[in-house]
């Protein structure tokens, strides 16, 4: 009988979080039962985060899984020296995963959270204003629902096919804090040659508060920069900035990349290293502080960002790694560039 527990330990670095570690447990058979229970645990000078999880694969007979999650969350970025708040986030759900075809998977999700939100003497006014009007202490009761299809000949090194995701995230009536937030990506991938791959990626999205929440919260906006948005640029970076030179975020944003895949030169049938030459996009707009400086909102023309540059990925015995050296093709005066930017992570 093949063993079905797993014990991971984790390590990494990221620019904007420091040393990163991570620990966790799981038992895919537990009693015999066939069900599955997890702990898992990770933590960084900007995140701490720690979730319980219970899974019934087998929930009916048509395959549909039913799952019971508990955690916690401190989001802390007023220790990387910039935005000057801190949530402590504690929560439970209950999911449903379908599975309805070979490829296509919808899952939903039904939950109450409490977000706790503590300003600092040096927070901008925005931030206090936000207190002052809904109070540092807020109980969200929480619907997901999202949609996944994915085609890929491979989940670590793609060279056809698609990944399609729509998720949606309600705040329901009743709840301190009334927003929605849907977020809908499409990435191909095709083969033009043997060793050549392009990589298309492209996702949009949106929060907007509703009933009795006047506005988005400044925590829930979209940010923008950094690796998985427009490389070159300082993570979150880009935008209206306020008295402490952060950015506000806002609450739409879209991002286009697009990238040629090659193996490292003179080591083409490496499966662990991979190269690339990209070109990224991307844009936010809306929201009560996006505006200009004659007070008109921003459309999404006024804060496009684009780069370009190459990549390499490497699946190292210690884990993923990821280097990317980005040039600003569209900068304003402000950004705050940043041409190498890197991720490393280990699981041993």
Known sequence: EKPTGNVTLGAGYAQDEGLILSAGISQSNFFGSGKAVSASFNTSKLNRYLNLSFTDPYFTNDGVSIGYDLYTRRYSPNKTDSYQYQTDTTGAAVRFGFPITEYDT???????????VKTFAGSPQRYKDYVEQFGDNNLNYLAKVGWGRDTRDSFLWPTKGRVSRVNLEVALPGSDIQYG????????FWPLSKTFTLALNGEIGAVQSYGSTSSVPFFQNFYLGGIGSVRGFETGSIGPRDELND???????AIVNAEVLFPFPGMKDDKTLRMSGFVDAGTLWGGDYATAADGKPLSWQDNLRYSTGVALSWLSPLGPMKFSFAYPLKKEEGDQIQRFQFTLGTVF
């Open 247 to 253: 950015a506000y975020g806002a609450t739409r944003r």
């Open 181 to 188: 937030r849907i977020v809908a990506s499409q990435q191909f």
């Open 106 to 116: 919808i899952n939903t999700s039904l939950g109450v959270e409490q977000v706790k």
